[in-house]
């Protein structure tokens, strides 16, 4: 089984910038997808970015392109969310989640972490 734990949440300005970091361990991730996910007070969970961990290919919403990155660190089993040039939508819930072999947006994942609080102030 898969554990994840999230951190690096906080309150910012519009404009700043914050990295989440999600650790995961208990299992290889060498065959997992890794996501970042989000839940606005009163809307559902919505995709933010994907990373394949084997190869490193990744994938995000158009709402985030061009101003947050999904990355991983093999070494500490970590991937990371580079949220740049942040904006009061963007404040919610982030949650990491993980998926085993396929993904395609919409699937569900099998495992997600707690979620750290991301509030952007205006």
């Known amino acids: 089984q898969v554990q994840l734990v999230e951190s690096g949440g906080g309150l910012v300005q519009a404009g700043g910038s914050l990295r989440l970091s999600c650790a995961a361990s208990?299992?290889?991730?060498?065959?997992?997808?890794m996501g970042w996910f989000r839940q606005a007070p009163g809307k559902e969970r919505e995709f933010v970015a994907i990373?394949?961990?084997?190869?490193?290919?990744?994938y995000g919403t158009d709402s985030v392109k061009g101003r947050f990155t999904i990355s991983r660190d093999n070494a500490k089993n970590t991937v990371y969310l580079q949220m740049n040039s942040l904006k009061p939508e963007d404040t919610a819930v982030y949650y990491c989640?993980?998926?085993?072999?396929?993904?395609?947006?919409?699937?569900?994942?099998?495992?997600w972490g707690q979620g750290t609080q991301v509030t952007v102030s205006s």
């Open positions: 208990g299992y290889s991730l060498s065959s997992y997808y």
């Open positions: 989640g993980a998926r085993r072999y396929t993904w395609y947006e919409g699937a569900s994942m099998a495992y």
């Open positions: 990373i394949r961990w084997s190869g490193g290919s990744t």
